[in-house]
């Protein structure tokens, strides 16, 4: 990989529609504005997605405008009992009609259906509340709710603005990882209380994709002997040349990593073996970890000219990171591993 490129503050878009300077930041310091994108509409996606866990259960929570549809997602995840529970609402032609915040830092995110259901991800002033709805998600009668507010704890965050191939077409991405979690989800009578020991992710994304995407992404908010650890690893899609978008995060700082491979072992017919042991290494020997799968979320959504086939695999991490010189060795920490494919 070619040197990673720290941002500057600025418009995210030149004039053309193209980045204005592709790499990563520790903020927003990009400024993204949806008028200045020269592609079709149709093309244009945005997201806020927040991940909520501990060891025993997660809660995912999902508004996207994705141009020609848009949709609406909440998962839960029960690891003891190797369940889930995932509704995910769709509906078409949005177009920018749901009007997700430009910036992650100020503005609500609000969507409902009538009585179907209804996301607020609201900013109470350095907290975010997370208030949704959702009838009948468990089965008749067994509506959903959530209250959970999150509160950052590190200052820091992972953002990078990638570009494609394709003129015109690019990521802005933000994760905001070890959000301290209090509050509840609740399906029907039953409660999955976040609080001490639990954390948060949120996805930010905005930007105008390519078709035919596949990437990979792993994900963890935990504690571990008095400290807050977590991170952000992927890659597979647009020219990361300038960039990756890997980043550690150890109690209040955080630390740029170069190139990280997940390697997913193989079945005997060549296949991905999902739920066997993943490895997670890097060329320049700052990560060295093991994941162990303990239930993997597969869902496949094939409608026509659009697929979005996906595997976030959950379970628990363990290795080190070489941390300014310094190991930093860790055991059995929470978190997901996923592998994505989609034409959108």
């Given at each position: 990989m070619?040197?990673?490129?720290?941002?500057?503050?600025?418009p995210?878009?030149?004039?053309?529609?193209?980045?204005?300077?592709?790499?990563?930041?520790?903020s927003?310091v990009?400024?993204?504005?949806?008028?200045?994108?020269?592609?079709?509409?149709?093309?244009?996606?945005?997201?806020?997605y927040?991940?909520?866990?501990?060891?025993?259960?997660?809660?995912?929570?999902?508004?996207?405008?994705?141009g020609y549809?848009?949709?609406?997602s909440?998962?839960?995840?029960?690891?003891?009992?190797?369940?889930?529970?995932?509704?995910?609402?769709?509906?078409?032609?949005?177009?920018?009609?749901?009007?997700l915040?430009?910036?992650?830092?100020?503005?609500?995110?609000?969507?409902?259906?009538?009585d179907?259901f209804?996301?607020?991800?609201?900013?109470e002033?350095?907290?975010?509340?997370?208030?949704?709805?959702?009838?009948?998600?468990?089965?008749?009668?067994?509506?959903?709710?959530?209250?959970?507010?999150l509160?950052?704890?590190?200052?820091?965050?992972?953002?990078?603005?990638t570009?494609?191939?394709?003129?015109?077409h690019?990521?802005?991405?933000?994760k905001?990882?070890?959000?301290a979690?209090?509050g509840?989800?609740?399906?029907?009578?039953?409660?999955y209380?976040?609080?001490?020991?639990?954390?948060?992710?949120?996805?930010?994304?905005?930007?105008?994709?390519?078709?035919?995407?596949?990437?990979?992404?792993?994900?963890c908010s935990?504690?571990?002997?008095?400290?807050?650890?977590?991170?952000?690893?992927?890659?597979?899609?647009g020219?990361?040349?300038?960039?990756?978008?890997?980043?550690?995060?150890?109690?209040?700082?955080?630390?740029?990593?170069?190139?990280?491979?997940?390697?997913?072992?193989?079945?005997?017919?060549?296949?991905d073996?999902?739920?066997?042991?993943w490895?997670?290494?890097?060329?320049?020997?700052d990560?060295?970890m093991?994941?162990?799968?303990?239930?993997?979320?597969?869902?496949?959504?094939?409608?026509?000219?659009?697929?979005?086939?996906?595997?976030?695999v959950f379970?628990?991490?363990?290795?080190?990171?070489?941390?300014d010189?310094?190991?930093?060795?860790?055991?059995?920490?929470?978190g997901?591993?996923?592998?994505?494919?989609n034409?959108?």
């Open positions: 070619g040197e990673q490129h720290l941002m500057g503050a600025g995210l878009l030149n004039e053309n529609g193209d980045l204005a300077e592709p790499g990563y930041a520790f927003l990009k400024t993204y504005d949806r008028s200045a994108i020269r592609l079709s509409k149709w093309r244009i996606k945005e997201w806020d927040y991940y909520v866990g501990n060891k025993d259960y997660g809660c995912a929570l999902t508004v996207a405008d994705n549809m848009w949709l609406c909440i998962s839960i995840l029960d690891f003891k009992n190797k369940k889930e529970i995932t509704k995910s609402p769709m509906g078409w032609f949005p177009f920018g009609k749901l009007k915040p430009r910036d992650s830092r100020i503005g609500n995110t609000a969507f409902c259906k009538g179907k209804s996301f607020e991800f609201r900013h002033g350095k907290k975010r509340r997370l208030l949704v709805y959702m009838k009948d998600f468990g089965g008749k009668g067994k509506d959903f709710r959530s209250d959970i507010t509160e950052e704890t590190v200052g820091k965050s992972m953002v990078i603005a570009p494609f191939r394709k003129k015109g690019f990521y802005y991405n933000q905001i990882n070890n959000m979690a209090n509840y989800a609740k399906v029907g009578e039953e409660t209380g976040f609080h001490s020991g639990s954390y948060g992710v949120l996805d930010w994304g905005r930007g105008t994709w390519t078709y035919r995407n596949t990437w990979l992404w792993s994900s935990s504690e571990y002997a008095g400290h807050t650890i977590g991170w952000n690893l992927g890659y597979g899609f020219d990361t040349s300038k960039a990756s978008e890997n980043m550690v995060f150890l109690d209040d700082k955080a630390y740029k990593l170069d190139e990280v491979k997940m390697d997913i072992p193989l079945d005997k017919f060549g296949h073996d999902f739920m066997s042991p490895k997670f290494r890097s060329p320049s020997h990560i060295d093991t994941f162990t799968p303990i239930y993997d979320r597969h869902a496949d959504t094939n409608v026509g000219i659009i697929r979005s086939n996906q595997h976030q379970g628990r991490f363990s290795g080190h990171f070489l941390l010189g310094k190991s930093f060795y860790f055991e059995d920490l929470p997901f591993a996923e592998k994505v494919f034409k959108w």
